[in-house]
């Protein structure tokens, strides 16, 4: 019976040595193991063996047995392993292969800059307001007191749609439509961005430019509150050496009318060919909410008073970010637009 036993042993190990499938090895169990399986037909012939023989008979079983389970075990862990080492092989993914390069656009100075001026009046507890760039006669011009006719009117001829309809020469129109839209009459603190056009062709004006208007309103404010706003917008957005000058000049809808002046960005206020050599470059227009506008819009100029400003959004960019010519904000030069990435504008 051992030498049966050790004969069938062999026999399975050389058997298990060419196992190379996981279907060959179940195989192999089904002949061994299986209902007619080698060791199940051993096993029950262990009925026809004499008395004194089945402990003997039974433990030769047993060796194969063993034999057969271990190697078994065995070959499954194996091929287990060499599944999954083959499938991570295969699913491998080359990371020294160079990427698809990603072109990554950058923010156009003209909505860069509209940002960095809400940011800072946000700061100072400002509201952002929208106004339509297809305005009418009435919030552009007759309710900031420019009446029908009125000479003021001549330098800001635009696009007409009709006799009411234009495109807004102004931010300013804005001024107009917050006051009428602000129903409790209660103070308003307001900077209002956006796109402005004007019957504009010489080579220095574009049909279209962009402004940002602002507008407070409240009880007992003074021209010093505009002064104040003023400076701290100057030296927030081109440096805190900037100086503002005030100039005395005239708007239909702010009286008294200031024309705001900061120090030459380029030469810091010493002369130089970009401030014509005067040190100073026109930032703004500003002033004192006339009593008539207030009317219009609802306050009452014996309660009320207020400031109001607005300035070219272009030219602010082209100050912030030392652009020397304006066209390149409409020319759409790739290599000048790359410059304004996320990274590299804090250090202009
Ligand atoms: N809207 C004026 C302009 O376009 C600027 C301005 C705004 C002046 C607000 C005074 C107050 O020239």
């Known amino acids: 019976m051992e030498e049966k036993i050790q004969l069938l042993k062999k026999e399975l190990l050389e058997k298990f040595d060419s196992v190379k499938t996981m279907q060959e090895l179940n195989d192999l169990k089904v002949q061994y193991q299986g209902k007619k399986g080698i060791i199940t037909e051993l096993n029950s012939g262990i009925k026809d063996v004499p008395a004194e023989e089945k402990k003997e008979y039974g433990m030769q079983v047993n060796v194969l047995r063993e034999a057969f389970n271990t190697g078994y075990e065995t070959i499954k862990t194996r091929l287990e392993e060499e599944a999954v080492n083959r499938k991570l092989k295969e699913e491998t993914i080359d990371i020294s292969l160079p990427s698809v390069k990603n072109m990554r656009g950058s923010k156009h100075p003209f909505n860069r800059i509209i940002e960095e001026v809400e940011d800072l009046f946000v ?59 602000n129903t409790e009459k209660s103070p308003i603190r307001v900077i209002c961005p956006g796109k402005t056009y004007r019957r504009d062709d010489d080579a220095t004006h574009s049909h279209q430019f962009g402004q940002v208007e602002g507008l407070v309103i ?13 400076e701290i917008f ?40 970009l401030c014509k050599k005067t040190g100073w470059i026109e930032l703004l227009g500003a002033g004192m909410v006339h009593p008539n506008v207030l009317r219009m819009g609802g306050y009452d100029p014996d309660k009320f008073t207020g400031f109001a400003f607005g300035t070219g959004l272009d030219r602010l960019a082209m100050f912030r970010y030392a652009i020397p010519d304006i066209r390149y904000m409409y020319t759409n030069d790739i290599r000048f637009l790359k410059q304004f990435d996320e990274t590299d504008v804090e250090n202009v």
Not at 152 to 164: G, H, K, N, V
Request: aromatic share 10%.
């Open 234 to 273: 100057a030296k927030k957005l081109l440096g805190e050496e900037t100086k503002v000058r005030f100039r005395p000049s005239y708007f239909p809808f702010t009286s008294p009318s200031c024309e705001v002046d900061v120090t030459c960005f380029k030469c810091g206020g010493k002369g130089c060919p």
């Open 123 to 181: 700061s100072m507890g400002y509201d952002v307001v929208d106004g339509p760039e297809l305005e009418d006669d009435e919030h552009c011009f007759r309710l900031l007191n420019y009446t029908v006719g009125h000479p003021a009117r001549d330098a800001q001829d635009t696009f007409y749609i009709d006799e009411e309809y234009l495109l807004r020469t102004q931010t300013s129109a804005s001024q107009s439509r917050v006051m009428q839209a």
């Open 218 to 230: 409240d009880k007992n404010i003074s021209l010093a509150d505009l002064k104040g706003t003023l």
